[in-house]
């Protein structure tokens, strides 16, 4: 399985290098054929990204703005979604490049020819996504045409589009192609000329050159006056360009302070020796090597020191010159031109960018000489529009938020934004961010098909089991990686000339990736990952890259997502204090970071319910190296059961003309998985409209193209799949078929099972009872479900329809190996806030014995709670303990991960509902001893991609100086708001309303006049996060006793 799993997986990565390789040749050969000569050339006809208009933006009658061009666009699955022009390219130009030079109209006239380069491909591999020709000029060509998108934070205070500041040449994928692996010196003069505008460019020289590292590089900053010292201290040595490492410096530039002269011979000595160092070691990029200097200028060349630490000119030296009017530039030329390097002078902050972006083709000259064509893989990353989480974003969005509330009326005096904020940093969604959202989704309401009194009841419960469960529908960030290869300058000249062209590439989608090892292969608790050369997450279940902001419609993407270390996501069942990882997993990362095939055993932790139920068990890691590409590609399987799978099937070729199938799929009370392709057809169906739902789809061809035997296996192929013919997965259908036939009895034995459950005295209504099975196939009997496919929520979809993906079924197989004869329960974790919810018991359907064993299905019961509590203290009340009428006793049932199932809690005299809550929160003491005592095991887990929110006390002894400043901004801001008003009055009749929201805003809570406190500062940071959680160990009937001792001074009522 795993072979047939990387066989695949290689194929279709080749495919993508395929079509990246027609580009680049394409585009070599019309820049070859083109008349660079010219200069009569016209301004090209091209499509700008910027510029491009859907027919949904004009009507038939405007006149179109100067540049604007119309288009038809369209929605396409290849490009998430995206409104796109297959017939089209367009270009995108950014804003620091002149788009009327020479060089980029002639750019931009060679590479429109690529269209039929860019159409062949996608007629090649129809799973082909966006294609694109990165320019050493600036300028990127991208297939299939489409708007370009900007980053807009729809949440923040002002709402409004963040500058576009794109520039292919500083994307990971066009720097890591165009330039080799390296290990990067930078040097910084921070004499005593060294001060006012110079040192602020010299700092934007520096951040710029970081950013143009990439995890294969490695580098060190020193500032240097009379001495040499590292700006960050723990970094005095060659360290990886990782995100963190990257950022940590950033944080330590500014920290100097300029004085003194600067001694150059110090600082070069010092940086040939840290790079004949890593080299000799064997450290390092073991590539090209570079000292990059920021100064104002030399007082000579120090030739004699070049000839004696960089004869061969091994090491190439780029220099920075800082400032418009300086008079040393010629000696700091010299040091690059006579390095193989380049020399910049950057006279002010709009020229940083570009300056620093020279240093990257003379660095591919080795490459472009070569003519090798190699190929890169970037890291896991998202797309440009994408929002990355920061203090400025996170500030907008606090405002934002606190605006909301005060209009809401829901916070007031001290209350602050900040609270509900921080609240989902941690995961959860409280009443304050509740209100926030309440708009994002309208849910349809059930149609009523029948009115008796069980409809009516289990609609009602129901409904409230939806509400619960909903969530804000957002946008998917879509995750990618991107192949790509450098274009080289092949036209003749009179002496050869290392020029770089540009870099073509295609993005490939993490989903797309992860299609190639399908779960219901990998089976119940098994999953994939894949890892890069430097041992970073590719994609994997743990791997959460999403900050989910609970209060919002549009999530963030976490700072550092792109290298998120395996150690950081697989956690061994050894593991005690953070960031000691277990030497299996380390051993596991180094062989696949050394390509290695391999396989291994190891006891692990891992989680579900969003982190908040624990489970242990051994994983079978199996695992080898992907060929053509830097990464690893690994299967995780559990122990025993993962090892064995129940091949059940029915054979469709045989039998496909006599019987007929769809009697297995009668009625609407099931579901299928709905993200699994068991079927597929890029054309439309021959017969029948489209299908609007998975099910729709599976009976169109078991009608339509079943019994023609008009469909194909899908197999393993070194080619990509052809449109032409309708295509199934053998396994997963068959499976799918089989599993209808033997669960078809579900539909005839409920009924009785349900009237006999209710004429037995003291039982509990079953609501809702289902059998979910590993083909993805999910029967039920839940009444309230929509009688119409094509009319019914997303959340109706989610309570149970991916069966071995759910976090139920996960949890009733692991449990079943634990016991065998047990069902296991669970409550929504907010039950507390609600009336009527819904207890769910579950147990796993296992065919074979012992360790032979594999997990075929999970059957399960939905009960009304209030009926399920009621019954449970009717059996204690048997019992001689009188659970509700005692008004001193606190009563729960937990289950296996310590959530209160059953409560009846007295909390300052009155009875609480704490029913979904951790019992740690309501008795702490109690739940210790339990441990203690072996009936629960407390496991610690660390969140590695954590991110925490630190708060700084706005009210500080420093607020105190601010305060007769901020009271006159207060009264400037109200004249300059009566000023604006009295303007508008004399242009409007009356002010309309938004005009007077805008110069009116009034944030009091009804009660008080005074604005809201202005709310403590906070930054979100990324960090770890020490998480206990709890598992059942004892399964005996001893009964166990728990006498609390009141310590000195506690105030104890019990």
């Not at 004869?311 to 010629?330: E, L, M, P």
């Not at 620093?356 to 080795?366: D, T």
């Not at 469960?469 to 000249?493: E, G, H, N, W």
């Not at 792109?562 to 299996?584: C, H, K, M, W, Y």
Request: proline letters at 4%.
């Amino acid at each position: 399985m795993m072979e047939e799993m990387r066989i695949d997986l290689i194929n279709m990565l080749n495919w993508k290098r395929e079509a990246v390789e027609r580009i680049a040749n394409e585009s070599e050969k019309l820049s070859d054929e083109h008349d660079y000569e010219n200069d009569d050339i016209e301004y090209p006809n091209y499509y700008n990204m910027k510029k491009i208009l859907s027919e949904s933006d004009v009507t038939e009658n405007l006149t179109l703005p100067e540049g604007e061009n119309r288009l038809k666009l369209s929605a396409h699955p290849n490009f998430d979604n995206s409104l796109v022009n297959l017939e089209n390219s367009a270009v995108h130009i950014p804003v620091n490049v002149y788009d009327n030079s020479s060089e980029v109209i002639h750019g931009i006239q060679v590479t429109e020819k690529l269209i039929d380069i860019f159409k062949l491909n996608l007629a090649n591999d129809p799973t082909l996504s966006w294609q694109f020709l990165g320019s050493s000029k600036g300028f990127i060509r991208i297939y299939p045409a489409s708007k370009w998108k900007t980053p807009i934070d729809s949440e923040g205070q002002s709402k409004t589009q963040i500058p576009d500041m794109y520039d292919c040449r500083t994307r990971q994928w066009y720097i890591q192609t165009a330039a080799s692996p390296k290990d990067v010196v930078i040097l910084m003069d921070v004499s005593g000329s060294m001060t006012g505008q110079r040192r602020t460019i010299a700092l934007n020289v520096v951040n710029n050159i970081l950013d143009t590292l990439t995890e294969n590089d490695f580098f060190v900053v020193y500032n240097f006056t009379k001495e040499v010292k590292p700006v960050y201290p723990c970094f005095n040595h060659m360290v990886q360009a990782t995100p963190r490492n990257v950022q940590e410096v950033k944080y330590m530039l500014d920290n100097f302070v300029t004085a003194d002269i600067a001694n150059f011979t110090a600082a070069f000595i010092d940086g040939f020796n840290i790079l004949k160092e890593v080299f000799s070691e064997k450290k390092g990029a073991l590539c090209n090597q570079a000292i990059m200097l920021i100064t104002d200028g030399a007082p000579e060349t120090y030739e004699p020191l070049f000839k004696e630490y960089n004869a061969d000119k091994s090491v190439r030296i780029f220099t920075y010159v800082i400032g418009r009017d300086v008079t040393q530039i010629k000696e700091v030329n010299w040091m690059a031109c006579n390095n193989k390097g380049f020399y910049a002078q950057v006279a002010n902050l709009a020229e940083v960018r570009e300056q620093v972006h020279q240093y990257i083709p003379v660095m591919s000259r080795p490459l472009v000489l070569s003519g090798a064509r190699i190929f890169t893989w970037t890291p896991v990353y998202t797309a440009y529009s994408e929002i990355q989480l920061s203090d400025w974003i996170w500030d907008e969005r606090v405002k934002a938020l606190t605006v909301k509330l005060h209009e809401k009326k829901l916070i007031r005096g001290e209350e602050s934004a900040i609270d509900v904020a921080v609240a989902t940093a941690d995961g959860s969604k409280s009443d304050l961010a509740q209100v926030t959202r309440e708009d994002a989704n309208n849910e349809d309401e059930f149609e009523i098909v029948d009115q008796d009194d069980t409809y009516l009841v289990c609609k009602r419960i129901f409904d409230a089991e939806l509400e619960m469960a909903k969530k804000v529908v957002k946008k998917k960030i879509q995750l990618m990686t991107t192949v790509s290869t450098p274009v080289f300058d092949k036209r003749k000249y009179i002496s050869r000339i290392a020029n770089l062209l540009g870099v073509a590439g295609t993005d490939v989608p993490i989903k797309e990736i992860e299609k190639m090892a399908p779960p219901f292969k990998l089976g119940v608790n098994g999953y994939s990952f894949m890892t890069t050369n430097n041992g970073k997450v590719l994609f994997h279940p743990n791997f959460s890259p999403i900050f989910q902001d609970f209060t919002a419609i549009q999530d963030l993407v976490k700072p550092f997502y792109s290298a998120v270390d395996l150690t950081e996501v697989e956690l061994g069942n050894i593991t005690q204090e953070s960031r000691t990882f277990d030497p299996n997993i380390v051993q596991i990362r180094t062989e696949m970071v050394n390509r290695k095939r391999g396989s291994k055993k190891v006891a692990t932790r891992t989680f579900v319910d969003s982190m908040k139920r624990p489970l242990t068990r051994l994983q079978h890691y199996i695992y080898d190296s992907v060929e053509n590409t830097p990464f690893s590609f690994a299967i995780s399987l559990p122990e025993p059961y993962g090892s064995f799978r129940f091949t059940g099937q029915t054979d469709l070729r045989s039998s496909y003309n006599t019987e007929n199938y769809t009697r297995y799929f009668t009625g609407t009370k099931w579901r299928i998985h709905p993200e699994w392709v068991y079927c597929e057809n890029p054309q439309k169906l021959s017969i029948g409209p489209a299908p609007s739902t998975p099910e729709e789809a599976l009976l169109q061809f078991l009608i339509n193209e079943l019994p023609k035997n008009q469909f194909r296996w899908r197999t393993s192929s070194s080619s990509p799949p052809s449109n032409a013919n309708f295509t199934c997965n053998k396994e997963l259908l068959q499976s799918l078929i089989f599993d209808a036939a033997a669960t078809h009895i579900f539909d005839t034995c409920r009924d009785f099972e349900l009237r006999h459950r209710r004429n037995t005295k003291g039982s509990v209504d079953v609501l809702n009872a289902f059998v979910s099975t590993r083909s993805g196939l999910t029967r039920f009997t839940n009444p309230c479900f929509s009688h119409d496919f094509r009319n019914r929520s997303e959340h109706e979809y989610n309570i149970l329809a991916r069966s071995i993906e759910e976090d139920y079924y996960k949890r009733a197989v692991d449990f079943y190996y634990l016991k065998n004869n047990a069902f296991i329960y669970s409550v929504p974790f907010n039950a507390y806030k609600n009336e009527e919810f819904l207890v769910t018991a579950s147990r796993a359907i296992v065919v074979g014995n012992g360790k032979m064993s594999a997990p075929v299905a999970v059957i399960g019961l939905q009960y009304n709670h209030t009926q399920f509590r009621d019954a449970f203290f009717k059996i204690t009340k048997e019992h001689n303990l009188n659970c509700l009428s005692d008004d001193t006793l606190n009563c729960f049932v937990l289950d296996n991960n310590g959530f209160i199932i059953i409560s009846k809690g007295i909390k300052n005299g009155k009875e609480v509902n704490q029913t979904g809550m951790f019992f740690g929160d309501v008795n702490d003491d109690l739940l210790q001893d339990m441990v203690s005592q072996g009936v629960y095991r407390k496991m610690r887990f660390y969140d590695y991609q954590a991110i925490c929110i630190e708060i700084n006390n706005a009210n500080s002894h420093s607020t105190s100086f601010l305060t007769p400043l901020h009271y006159i901004r207060q009264i400037g801001t109200w004249f300059a708001s009566k000023l604006v008003r009295f303007y508008l009055s004399l242009a409007y009749d009356y002010l309309p309303v938004w005009l007077e929201e805008m110069v009116s805003m009034d944030y009091s809570d009804g009660e008080s006049e005074s604005p809201p406190p202005n709310p403590n500062k906070s930054h979100p940071r990324s960090c770890d996060k020490e998480i206990d959680l709890y598992d059942l160990i004892n399964f005996s009937n001893q009964t166990l006793h728990f006498v609390h001792k009141c310590k000195t001074n506690e105030l104890c009522s019990r």
